[in-house]
């Protein structure tokens, strides 16, 4: 006969656990660093603060609102250099030494049950806005109503699982989510970033302007030039400057972005000394174009690439299946056949590169050899909705000796082309009512063209007629939100842990949405199936697995022609700065550095 004290011990453990207040939150199991940790293992908790860093951005700025899909932002303003705005403050912050942990920023704890179907957040009491206003649980709803309304696309993807959001007690704000599984909502509204009410009201928030908004992050802007450069101010009295989080970050007092609408010109300007730090992403550039800098040879610079374990991404030609002729999957393979890496990469890019065959290459997330077990249990729902290949075939993208001549790729092309109703007349490709195959490359960068015209004379052997059009940045832009294009240079980031970001790049419900990712217009049922698979995922195992599986027939629709990665980033500068002595798994952050 068992005792009451047991009886009541059995009761406890068989009853689900309670949600409890915590500094962080990890994606899958636990956080890395302790409650009342001092600071992030990655920063220098002592660098001196002062000085100016002069940067460059390569697109002219016509707003200072980030939040939404018209107008250009500066650098230093929504995603930049490192992927942070230095002007508004988010609930939580990540971590660069962990997959996916966030810890609180505006917020001193955060709480979420077991099937995180809710998560509550409690303000700290010094959060501020730059105007000496406390940041409220009001500021929080009217920020993610606003958002989610009148912001840019990705914001209603984001948020569009909120079922509600109120205010608990004094400090406290509470969102509960629609049903399903989704259990990374509460650490997507970790980053949401907190607007000031007070200020948005009266005023356009779905329009640009160029009326520094109020902000209450680490900088605020100072003096600008639409088009012409922008500085950032360091606030002397930020609140948050002792918080454990922002400890040994955001050193510079001043944070200075020229505009430059020519990647070379920008170059030559720094060499020049009219700026201080460049992150190269042209390998012909940094394998070159540096050689005559003397203050490399003196010591007075610095050229020096910072591994990471990072996911590469995905960056590629990508089709706009909108228009019919990118909709037949075998013209789409036929077309990457003609793209010939190898021999670009030794050419053009003297070998630094490697081919991108995953969406999430340089992770485990991968697609590699045939689906296992894990994967099969997740894709065999969905035989008959993608292609056999997924199941019988590792995905290879096309290799050539890389000597310029891609002749037995361009005969397989030929075989699909024609399979898909397509023959070759009078050296032109057309359809069956004689229609000429003619499509246009937008660009927005010369940088690309060297990469496009090669591409484009393997097209033209097979009868097809691609024409590089590049444009200004505004104009490209505008083209894109607007789906006015037919194959673009496009990349897509990725993560350690995906989630709701991939309904943003590739659902269904994003297709026709200006602003959002899904440049190519994928509508796909099974790819929303997989994507939701992934957002759901209870736990590392499955998200890898439900990752992999979504990345298979990603790849095997042949929605872009894979380009290329590298396992580092290349990064010129003059050497007048301090930097910490550890890089994390996500690479070299710029806002630890200091002016020495």
């Known amino acids: 006969m068992r005792t009451l004290p047991a009886i009541l011990f059995l009761l406890l453990i068989s009853l689900p656990a309670i949600a409890q207040p915590r500094h962080g939150l990890a994606m899958h199991g636990e956080v890395r660093y302790p409650p009342g940790f001092s600071h992030f293992d990655y920063v220098n908790p002592a660098a001196p603060k002062g000085g100016e860093l002069r940067l460059a951005d390569l697109d002219p700025f016509d707003s200072f609102n980030a939040h939404i899909a018209k107008g250009q932002a500066p650098d230093g303003m929504g995603l930049h250099i490192d992927g942070m705005d230095l002007t ?14 966030m810890y609180g920023l505006i917020a001193e704890s955060v709480e979420t049950p077991p099937d995180r179907s809710w998560v509550q957040f409690v303000l700290r009491r ?41 205010k608990v007690g004094e400090r406290g704000v509470r969102f509960t989510f629609k049903p399903g599984d989704n259990r990374e909502l509460p650490l997507i509204l970790g980053e949401l970033p907190v607007l000031p009410r007070h200020y948005w009201q009266g005023r356009a928030f779905d329009e640009t302007t ?20 922008v500085t950032f101010e360091r606030v002397a009295d930020y609140w948050a400057r002792d918080l454990a989080v922002r400890k040994g970050q955001f050193n510079f007092d001043r944070i200075r972005y020229d505009v430059y609408r020519d990647s070379t ?16 992403n042209e390998a012909k550039k940094w394998a070159s174009s540096y050689q005559d800098w003397a203050a490399l040879a003196d010591g007075r610079a610095r050229k020096e690439t910072f591994a ?21 999957i075998r ?25 991108t065959r995953s969406y999430f290459d340089n992770s485990e997330l991968a697609a590699r050899g045939l689906p296992g077990p894990e994967e099969l249990a997740v894709l065999e729902p969905l035989r008959g909705q993608v292609p056999e290949e997924v199941f019988t075939r590792e995905f290879a993208v096309p290799a050539t000796a890389g000597d310029g001549n891609a002749r037995p790729n361009l005969r397989k092309a030929v075989a699909l082309l024609e399979a898909a109703g397509w023959q070759v007349v009078d050296g032109r490709l057309v359809d069956g009512r004689g229609q000429p195959f003619v499509f246009e490359i937008l660009l927005n960068s010369p ?13 033209k052997r097979l009868g097809v007629e691609a024409v590089v059009r590049t444009v200004d940045s505004t104009q490209y832009v505008n083209r894109v939100r607007g789906h006015d294009f037919d194959v673009i240079v496009a990349s897509w980031g990725a993560s350690l842990s995906p989630g709701n970001e991939q309904a943003s790049y590739w659902t269904s419900a994003a297709a026709d949405q ?38 298979r027939v990603l790849l095997w629709n042949h929605y872009v022609v894979p380009q290329w990665h590298i396992a580092y980033d290349r990064v010129a500068f003059w050497d007048k700065f301090g930097m910490p002595a550890a890089i994390p798994m996500k690479g070299w952050q710029l806002h630890s550095w200091w002016m020495k």
């Open 126 to 166: 010094e959060a501020r806005f730059h105007d000496g206003r406390p940041i409220t649980p009001d500021d929080v709803i009217f920020s993610l109503d606003i958002l989610r309304t009148k912001g840019a696309p990705l914001f209603r993807f984001y948020y569009a699982a909120v079922e509600r959001a109120e």
């Open 88 to 101: 508004i403050d988010t609930l939580m912050v990540q971590s660069e030494d962990e997959p996916f942990s």
């Open 265 to 280: 010109v920008a170059l030559e300007a720094l060499k020049a000394g009219e700026y201080d730090l460049r992150l190269e």
């Open 210 to 229: 160029l009326e520094p908004p109020l902000g209450s992050g680490p900088y605020r802007v100072g003096k600008f030039e639409a088009g012409r450069f």
């Open 514 to 551: 200006k602003g959002a990712r899904n440049f190519p217009g994928i509508r796909n049922p099974a790819v929303d199936q997989l994507v939701d698979q992934v957002i759901a995922a209870p736990d590392r195992a499955r998200l890898v697995a439900r990752t992999r599986a979504l990345d």
């Open 308 to 328: 990471h374990a990072k996911p590469a991404g995905m960056q590629g030609f990508a089709f706009n299946l909108r228009r019919p002729p990118f909709q037949d």
């Open 447 to 459: 940088a690309f063209e060297r990469i496009a015209l090669p591409w484009t004379r393997n097209l």
């Open 331 to 355: 013209v789409r393979e036929a077309l990457g056949l003609a793209f010939d890496f190898e021999w670009a990469n030794r050419t053009l890019f003297s070998g630094q590169y490697t081919r």
